[in-house]
């Protein structure tokens, strides 16, 4: 199920600005997820640059790894509903609402990056 199918459902009006990555240029207060570890974002004072570089690597992958565990739960989620193994639909909605955030905030990240590493190379000396 795409996150896109998720608004056809009855009784989600009002979701649709958490639909695309687009609603994370200007974000209102972001409340992290039960369990998900934004280690990123960590007042840590590394005393080498390069285990500040290590860390950021470190942490990143981990987010990503976190994203792809909410991934799994929510394909699982949905297989067990499908087979008829549950009937909750509320746990179904919500293991894909953390899928498709951690997967935006992941990609959000990302951007950020790939736009401070454009702006670094533009730099002249």
Known sequence: MNPSDIMKITGLNGL????????????GK??????????????ETPTDKTESFDSLLHSAMNMIKETNDYSNRAGEAEL??????????HDLQ?????????????VAVRNAV????????????
Request: no cysteine; charged share 15%; hydrophobic share 40%.
């Open 114 to 125: 790939i736009e401070a590493y454009k702006e670094i190379m533009q730099l002249q000396f």
């Open 16 to 27: 649709e600005s958490i639909s695309s990555a687009g609603s994370l240029k200007n974000p």
């Open 94 to 106: 919500v293991a894909q609402m953390k899928a498709n955030i951690s997967l935006q905030y992941t």
């Open 30 to 43: 972001l409340e992290k997820l039960p369990g998900f570890q934004d280690s990123i974002l960590n007042k």
């Open 80 to 89: 067990a509903y499908a087979m008829g193994i549950t009937n909750s639909t």
